[in-house]
Each structure stands twice: as C-alpha cells, then as structure tokens.
C-alpha cells in the first residue's frame, strides 16, 4: 500500500476530488456500499489504481465493463492524465442511466475526456480494445463472453477479483494466457491475454 500510496502521490489531489464527488452523490445512487464508503481510499480508490501499473505500453483504447462509480475506469483515467499515459480513448459501458450521468458530471469535473456508452454491452458493436477491463461485473468466464466482438490481436483483460477467485480461473479454457498477481486489500489482479474470437 504504501509503494503504492508513493506511486501516486502525484495525483492525490485529483483523487481527492474524486472521492468527493463520490461523497456528494452517494445519497442518491448508493455508487459503493455504506460500509465502503469509509473506507473509500483503500477498497475503491487505491483497488482500482494499482491496475494503471499493469496497463500495457502499446495500449492505446481502454473499454471498462460496467463502470457503474467509476471503478477502476475514471481513477485510471485519472492516472493516465497526470502520468501522461499512453491510453487515448476510455469507453466506459454502463447500462444504468442514471450512473452515466454520474460519470459524465464527475468526468466534467476532474476534467478527464472519456466516452460514455449509456448502453448493454451486447447491443455495442464496432469497437475494438487494447484492453479490457472490469471490476466486480462478472465472473471471468463471462467478461470474456461479452469481450469477444471487442477483441484486437492483442487485446488484454486486466480484471479485479476477490480472494475467493480460484473457483472462476478453473472455468477457463486453458489456453488463454493468465496471471493472477495478489494485490492490495485482498484483490487479486488477473491478466489474460490470448483470447481468440470463437
């Protein structure tokens, strides 16, 4: 936590607003549990974080599924800004009407430019991802259903999982590439890469 609380540092201010605007618009659209919301910074904030770090360097487009709050898409927007990263498109699918203009006013605020798609994954089409991720969205096996018609050669799934994420990796067709790294408050951080269109 604290590698990475150094990592960025650079950032915290813009982090900060971010946790605000989650505090202001918690009342109305319950974006994380009651019980997280005290603990904000390290359940949701530094979690969706430390994925900025495991981002490739030839990425370029960033499709996040099921943004709902913003995590981990808007934080690593956030990262990408102020490190200068290498992504120039975020697409943020969320199918919650009412959560895409949270991340629209919340985009606007912290001045970060990302597309929002106020839509079902499965109705999108032409849009193609060097990475993909999500956060408490679906099993595995199932983001990577709904990552097919997403797919370039060398797309990449980075996902956030719980600790109890080894019955979801048995399920996976073995020929996909994976790495489970631990990483912070119980997470784990799974990479997959050499997925093919069916």
Known sequence: MEQLSQKIKSAEKFLEQYAQIINRWQKALNLVSNHDLKNLWQRHIYDSAQLYFYLPKEARVLVDFGSGGGFPALVLAILNKHF?????DFYLIESDNKKCVFLQEAARELGVHVHILNERIENINNLKA?????RGFAKINR??????????ENTVFLLLKGKNVSEELKELDHSFVVNCKKGIHE????QISGVRKK
Request: charged share 15%; aromatic share 12%.
């Open 143 to 152: 983001i990577i259903e709904y990552g097919f018609p997403f797919l370039k």
């Open 187 to 190: 997470s784990c951080i799974v």
């Open 84 to 88: 200068k990263g290498a992504i120039t």
């Open 130 to 134: 060097d990475v993909i991720t999500a």
